[in-house]
């Protein structure tokens, strides 16, 4: 399985992004996605998820009602939309997928088995 992350890019406060993360090499219905970012100098931090069940969505506080992640699984492909964006959400994001996560997993890295290469996310105020 791999992941391609793309839609990152520089962007004033308060602009719009929308990343794509595209699955290849597997099944994307059977598989949890979930988005992550590292900011310079800090550990990687969950930012949103969809189950690959009931496309279930989780979001980490700082992100709700300004991102919404949702899935296409004809086009094997998930998206983060991110709106609102603030300097805070500055940032490298990843996306990552797993095919055995139960709900209660699917904000901890460590539980997702292939992740993507980053795209930079840059905000400028």
């Known amino acids: 399985v791999q992941l391609q992350a793309s839609g990152g890019g520089l962007v004033q406060a308060g602009g719009s992004l929308r990343l794509s993360c595209a699955l290849s090499g597997g099944t994307f219905s059977r598989y949890t996605v979930g988005w992550f970012r590292q900011a310079p100098g800090m550990g990687r931090e969950f930012v949103a998820a969809i189950h690959h069940i009931g496309g279930h969505s989780y979001y980490v506080d700082s992100v709700k009602g300004r991102f919404t992640i949702s899935r296409d699984n004809a086009k094997n492909t998930a998206y983060l939309q991110m709106n609102s964006l603030k300097p805070e959400d500055t940032a490298v994001y990843y996306c990552?997928?797993?095919?055995?996560?139960?709900?209660?997993?699917?904000?901890?890295?460590?539980?997702?088995?292939?992740w993507g290469k980053g795209t930079l996310v840059t905000v400028s105020s």
């Open positions: 990552a997928a797993d095919a055995s996560l139960i709900l209660s997993t699917v904000r901890a890295t460590t539980n997702y088995d292939y």
